[in-house]
């Protein structure tokens, strides 16, 4: 039996210009094509079949994916660009929610179709994922409250008896353990957060990204970020998806690519206070 062609050898049959066609005409070419060079990826032929996408989402995640707990009305760089996505494509779109602890599970159990909520690209996360080229890129912060009497700058933090929260399963765990070698880094399970450990004062400090920290502290008066003298751990983010369907994984990137070209990236992350963020 001949074997199948790659993903990318499949794309090959588009044309050598596919990347300038609007996106709801690659994915309808990806689909189209399927009779002369093998059949299309599974996600596309269950979003074509379905009319819908789903999106996986973070719903706490503040200017990139927020659900407001009053309203319940989501918010933020990546609400908007899903939206775009899905008006693309010509689909319904679904929203899914996830954390930093299932966005794996979540997308390799086809419980959603996309991860869009500015994904770490780090390990062990790109073992186990396919990503889209980086859209933002983040550093990061140290948040603690106003009235912390142990840390009130970064040298303050990697010292004995100094406690740092992180989210149980975030992706810059390990590299958080690696830095920080004389304080203590106490995973925080869910549904348990960063933030109550810090109220309660089980935790001194908790690390997080740039994009989120800045986003927290202009909702929380009684939080400040205590920033790193020098970069200390540069994150990009980009849109995630499973592995072993390179066709979606293709018109994933190919939205990221056009919404860099398009100027809708920049117009998104300015709306939300990330436009210097961006990686053009």
């Known amino acids: 039996m001949e ?25 309808a070419a990806v689909l189209a094509c399927a009779g002369s060079c093998a059949s299309a990826g599974p996600v596309a032929d269950r979003v074509r079949a379905s009319g819908v996408v789903r999106v996986c989402i973070w719903p706490s995640y503040h200017g990139v994916s927020y659900r407001n707990p009053r309203t319940l009305q989501l918010s933020g760089m990546d609400i908007d660009l899903s939206r775009q996505f899905a008006a693309d494509l010509g689909v319904r779109l679904e929203y899914v929610d996830s954390a930093h602890e299932t966005l794996v599970e979540d997308l390799t159990e086809q419980r959603c179709d996309v991860g869009m909520s500015a994904i770490g690209m780090l390990q062990p996360r790109m073992q186990l994922l396919r990503f889209s080229r980086p859209y933002l890129q983040s550093g990061l912060q140290a948040v603690t409250t106003k009235s912390n009497p142990v840390v009130r700058d970064w040298d303050d933090i990697d010292q004995p008896g100094v406690a740092i929260g992180v989210q149980n399963g975030a992706s810059i765990l390990p590299a958080v353990l690696a830095y920080f070698r004389r304080a203590t880094v106490v995973r925080v399970p869910a549904p348990r957060t960063r933030e109550r450990e810090l109220a309660a004062g089980r935790v001194d400090v908790f690390l997080t990204n740039d994009i989120y920290a800045r986003q927290l502290v202009e909702n929380a008066d009684w939080m400040r970020v205590v920033t790193p003298p020098s970069e200390v751990l540069r994150i990009p983010s980009a849109y995630a998806v499973r592995p072993g369907d390179a066709e979606w994984t293709a018109v994933v990137d190919d939205f990221v690519a056009r919404i860099k070209g398009d100027g809708r990236l920049a117009a998104a992350a300015q709306r939300h206070g990330l436009g210097a963020l961006v990686v053009p």
């Not at 499949?10 to 044309?15: A, D, H, I, Q, V």
């Open 3 to 27: 074997s199948s062609p790659s993903g990318t050898a499949r794309l090959r049959c588009l044309g050598r210009h596919a990347a300038a066609w609007p996106l709801f005409l690659l994915v």
